[in-house]
């Protein structure tokens, strides 16, 4: 199995600045696009959209298409974890090679190959 090399120094600006409040947070679904992958194996060829919440203390993120979730105490956190599992569900879908796949996770494969190289 390949090794992947994680890069979790990218800068991003607190939750306050880039949502508002908490409070105001609390409950709701905003839809943003993940913007960095935090790897240096593979290429981000565009956002991806994702899903946040918080919840309980804690947000999750969503990736409703990959039917992917992560959930941290941060922001960053969440979505640090969900670009970890969608850059997991890739290499797993890739290294099997589309002819091995049936018709939802070759579905999946073709979605994340828009956003990843």
């Keep these: 199995m390949q090794q992947l090399n994680y890069s979790f120094s990218f800068p991003t600006a607190p939750t306050e600045k ?26 981000l060829l565009k956002p991806i959209p994702i899903n946040i919440k918080y919840e309980e203390h804690l947000f999750i993120a969503t990736q409703e298409s990959l039917n992917l979730w992560a959930e941290e ?21 890739s290294n099997l090679g589309k002819n091995k796949l049936g018709p939802y996770p070759a579905e999946s494969l073709d979605y994340l190959k828009q956003f990843i190289s």
Aim: net charge neutral; proline share 0%; glycine share 8%.
């Design 73 to 93: 105490r941060t922001l960053m956190g969440a979505e640090k974890y969900l670009a970890h599992e969608i850059v997991r569900l890739y290499n797993k879908l």
């Design 18 to 43: 880039r949502f508002g409040s908490l409070g105001a947070l609390s409950g709701k679904e905003l839809q943003v696009e993940l913007v960095d992958l935090y790897t240096t194996d593979y290429q």
